[in-house]
């Protein structure tokens, strides 16, 4: 097996009226608007040819696709600022 090491940074707009979730250690881990909440997470998409699209982010199915040990190292989102 082998070892793919990752970093992943990157911004999004959203909207105005966004509702800021922390967890316990006062990390941001998901926001919410439109009466829905949008965790912050890895994925990964797994192409399959012919426009076929999996999004993978259950544990077992990561295995299930030879995935296994995935690790997150240091995943951090920083403050909602106006644009």
């Not at 965790?39 to 999996?54: F, P, R, S, T």
């Not at 995935?70 to 600022?81: P, S, W």
Request: aromatic content about 8%; some cysteine; glycine content about 10%.
């Amino acid at each position: 097996m082998k070892t793919v090491n990752f970093n992943v940074t990157g911004s999004m707009n959203v909207p105005d009226d966004v509702i800021p979730h922390y967890d316990v250690a006062g990390k941001l881990y998901a926001l919410e608007f439109n009466d829905i909440m949008y965790l912050l997470q890895m994925c990964i998409v797994a192409e399959a040819g012919a426009g076929g699209i999996d999004i993978i982010t259950d544990h077992q199915e990561m295995e299930n696709h030879g995935i296994t040990n995935v690790r997150y190292d240091d995943a951090e989102f920083g403050e909602i600022v106006s644009g």
